[in-house]
């Protein structure tokens, strides 16, 4: 079983930034593709991004493209997501998930989910 918590969420002005980060433990992180979902209220789950268990392959949705970086550390167990300029519309849950697939952006094929982390941007 993996665990899967989040951090790093909060409240900002439009143009600003923030990292979010998720730490796993409880069984082998490194080898799990692991990606970012974002949940805005009303809306359904939507993709952000994607890292593959070497940290070689990404993947992004195109409307966080360009702003958003994400990255990971084996040795530490952790996932991030910088987030730059950031817009109202970023506004959402963010959570962390775990997949044995290849990268992908199918929230069917994650088998392990955190809990999320808010962030809201105010305009």
């Known amino acids: 079983q993996l665990q899967l918590v989040e951090s790093g969420g909060g409240l900002v002005q439009s143009g600003e930034s923030l990292r979010l980060s998720c730490a796993a433990s409880g069984r082998t992180f490194s080898s799990l593709a692991m990606g970012w979902f974002r949940q805005a209220p009303g809306k359904e789950r939507e993709f952000v991004a994607v890292i593959s268990w070497s940290g070689g392959s990404l993947l992004y949705a195109d409307s966080v493209k360009g702003r958003f970086t994400i990255s990971r550390d084996n040795a530490k167990n952790t996932v991030y997501l910088q987030m730059n300029t950031l817009k109202p519309e970023d506004t959402a849950v963010y959570s962390c998930?775990?997949?044995?697939?290849?990268?992908?952006?199918?929230?069917?094929?994650?088998?392990?989910w955190g809990k999320g982390t808010q962030v809201i941007v105010s305009s």
């Open positions: 998930a775990a997949s044995s697939y290849s990268y992908n952006r199918d929230p069917r094929r994650y088998a392990y």
